[in-house]
Each structure stands twice: as C-alpha cells, then as structure tokens.
C-alpha cells in the first residue's frame, strides 16, 4: 500500500511541477493532454497547441528528467549506506562526483565542442569519470588486500579530493569564462529533454533490478563480514557488484543533471525513520522519496527567482542540509 500511496504523490507532485511556470496550465489541461496522448481517451475540444507544446517540449522532459535522476540518486544513496554500513555514505562518497567534475572541466577547458558527429561529449565524459574514479578506489582496495569497507571509502575520499584539486587548477589556468562549467557543477535541468529521459531510463531500470536482486544480501550486510559468510553471503562479490550498480546509476545521472547533493543522503534517512531497516523496503522508498524531493527542489529553482533560475544543487542544499540536521536530532531522541 505505501508503494501505491508513494508513487501517487510522485505522480501528483509532476503534475503539479508541470503545471506551474511563467505561463500557468491547468491540472485539467495537463491530464487531458497526457490522456489524449497516450491515446486512452479522445476529448471533442481539443487542447490549445501552444499549451501542448509548453507541456510536452519544455516542461514534462524536464521535470522527468528530474524525477530519474532523484530517484537514481535516492536508490544509490540507499544503496551505499547499506553496503557501506555507514548512515553517512551517499552516491559521491567514493569519488563519482569528483571523477565526473574532473572530466566536465577537461571538457570544457580543453576548447573541444560539446558536440561531435551529433553526440554530446558531456555525459560521455561525465560517465567515463565518474566511473573510472570508483574503479581507481576499488583497484586501491583490492591491491592494498584489504577486507575492510573502511579501505575504499578512503581510497574514494583520496581520489576524489585529487579529482577536485585538479579540477580547481584547470579552472583557475582556463579562460574567465567560466560560468557554464560552474552552472553544471552546482547541477539543474534546465537543458532537459526528452532524449536525455530516453538515455537515463534503461540505466535506472537495469541498475534497480540488480540492487533489489541483493535486497535480502544487503539486510545480511549490516551484520560483520563474517557473520554474513557464515550465512552463506559472498560479502566481496555482492559488495563489488552493488558498488558498480550504484555507481553506473549515479554517473549515469551525474551526466545529465551535473553534481546535486543531499538527495542520496537524506531520502534513505527519512525511509528509514518512517518504515524501518528493512532494505527490501528502503530501497525502493528511497528512489521515491529522492524523487518527489528532487521535483520539487527543481520546482523551486525555476520560481524563486523567475525569470532567472537558481542551480538545483544549491535549493537541496538549502533545504537538504537543516532537514538532514532535524533528521539526525530526531533519530537521537527516538534512540533514547
């Protein structure tokens, strides 16, 4: 019942998020046009163009678009706190963040166009380094022989503060201008589209399968490794490929919407304060939690300061951070 309940709200805070703008539509309006293009129903009065095309070009890709990447992030936050042990872990613990930083700013630096042969080198570039970073902080771990979780968190912290010490020296040696790389740092979709939806679904989609394959494995977990082994869990082989599940889903998102934060740590929190720690549960609460949370935040940077908008990052990072802060002192009262 809490799945229906929940994606309903998502359902209604998208429509809801679509309807507002510099030119308000309708609930109504927005309903018939979805109906009517899914061809469920045909109305006699058909909508006005303009208005279909507000809904269907500008707003809906984009608050989609936000809605998978909440959800990706969400997921993967989930996901990390679980693997991880750690209630702080989030998608960029282990350097996807940083990575993906370091090759936007090598993009946009290097004077190379965004586009070639009509493919966007940003998310390419964005997915490569988000990647490779997390591999660099496995391959770490696993030539240090170490079995502690603690060995690739650091590892992830090194590599990350290196990705973004790099990242600072090229900006500081680049052109002034440069306010788009720092634009995409901060994160937003204003650029949102329907191809953009298309490339994210099959990443989110595959990736969930596989995290909520391990569901019961993550529940297991949160015991000592081995304790875990000794209940038949090959702790390393599902750590390793719940990490490379997490981390496609998250750089996959990264490329798009740039680095957004709070979302993947603050959703698993209030799930697990409001339904228990149960991952089989947490999971898919956290991509939906994540997900309303991220359409509203995106909601906010398009109106606070219309007609000029506010990155996303900056708006979860206003409401993420007290919200996280309340969180932590209402679980500390509910522990005593």
Known sequence: ?????????????????????????????ILKSIVSKLQLWNFDEPINEITETVIWNIRLPRVILAAIVGASLGLSGATYQGVFRNPLADPYLIGVASGSGLAATIIFVSGLPLIIFNLNLLPIGTFIGGITAVMCAYMISKISQSRSITTIILAGVAIGAFAS????I????SDPDV????????????SGQWNKVIFLSPYLCFGSIIIYFYARSINILQLSDDHAASLGVNVRYIRFILIMASTLITAS?????GIIGFVGLASPHTVRLIWGEDYRKILPMSAIVGSIFLVVSDLISRIIMSPSE????????LFGAPFFIYLLIYSGKKIK
């Open 165 to 168: 010490a790099l990242s600072g």
């Open 310 to 317: 506010l990155p996303v990052g900056v708006i979860t990072a």
């Open 253 to 257: 998102a990264v490329s798009f919407s």
């Open 170 to 173: 090229l900006i500081l040696k």
């Open 179 to 190: 306010r788009p790389l720092l634009s995409w740092l901060m994160g937003g979709f204003i």
């Open 1 to 29: 019942m809490k799945y229906i309940v929940g994606i309903l709200i998502l359902l209604l805070t998208i429509i809801f998020a679509t309807s507002i703008g510099s030119v308000p539509i309708d609930f109504d309006t």
